[in-house]
Every structure is written in structure tokens, then in C-alpha cells.
């Protein structure tokens, strides 16, 4: 079992900038691949990111390419999620997951562990 808690969310302008953090407890955190994910009001949740037990690796949806970032700090157990140039779009609630892999996916099926998700909200 691993616990995940997120933070960083917020209220920002359109073109603004946040910093999503995700520290895991409970597993080995570099074994495993890591993903974000978000879900906006009304519609299904989506995958944005993910990112290799190494981080050597990484994947976006086509909507962020260019503007998020995904990296993850072992050492630290975290898993980051810069995202620049946010559009009101971005607005959703943010969550990190657990891959059942080392590698990466974007298959909300491939995670078995799921943080309780963090607000982004960007104004026009």
C-alpha cells in the first residue's frame, strides 16, 4: 500500500504558472513509474503525464506538450508537475498516481494507487 498526497494547486491567471508536488510513503518510490492525471467538472478524467522510475522517460498529452513538465526527485520520494503558460482549460482537479510498472502509461488501469487529488483553477 502506498499513500500519495498532493499539493501546489491553486487559483492563477491565464498564463500564469504552478508547481504540483506528489510525496509518496508506503513503497519502494523508485521502482515505480508515476503519473498525473487530472478531471474537470462534468467530464472524465484524463491522463496529462507521465514518467519513468528513472525519469529517463517521460510522456504528455498533446494538450500540455510544450507547456507541463514532469520530473520526479527519488531521493525525495516526489514526483513534480511544472506547468506553465496554464490556460482556463487546465482547470481541473489534479492527481498523482502509483504505476503498477517501472515504465510508463497513459492508462488510468496501468495505477493502483492514487492520491486525494489537488485544485487548479485558472482564471480568464
Known amino acids: 500500500q502506498v499513500q500519495l498526497a498532493e499539493s501546489g494547486g491553486g487559483l492563477v491567471q491565464a498564463g500564469g504558472s504552478l508547481r504540483l508536488s506528489c510525496v509518496a510513503s508506503g513503497r519502494t518510490f523508485s521502482n515505480y513509474g508515476m503519473g498525473w492525471f487530472r478531471q474537470a467538472p462534468g467530464k472524465e478524467r484524463e491522463f496529462v503525464a507521465a514518467?519513468?522510475?528513472?525519469?529517463?522517460?517521460?510522456m504528455y498529452t498533446n494538450s500540455v506538450k510544450g507547456r507541463f513538465t514532469i520530473s520526479r526527485d527519488n531521493a525525495k520520494n516526489t514526483v513534480y508537475l511544472q506547468m506553465n503558460s496554464l490556460k482556463p482549460e487546465d482547470t481541473a482537479v489534479y492527481y498523482c498516481a502509483v504505476n503498477k510498472i517501472a515504465g510508463i502509461s497513459r492508462v488510468g488501469t496501468m495505477y493502483d494507487s492514487w492520491g486525494q487529488g489537488t485544485q487548479v483553477t485558472v482564471s480568464s
Open positions: 514518467i519513468s522510475w528513472s525519469g529517463g522517460t517521460t
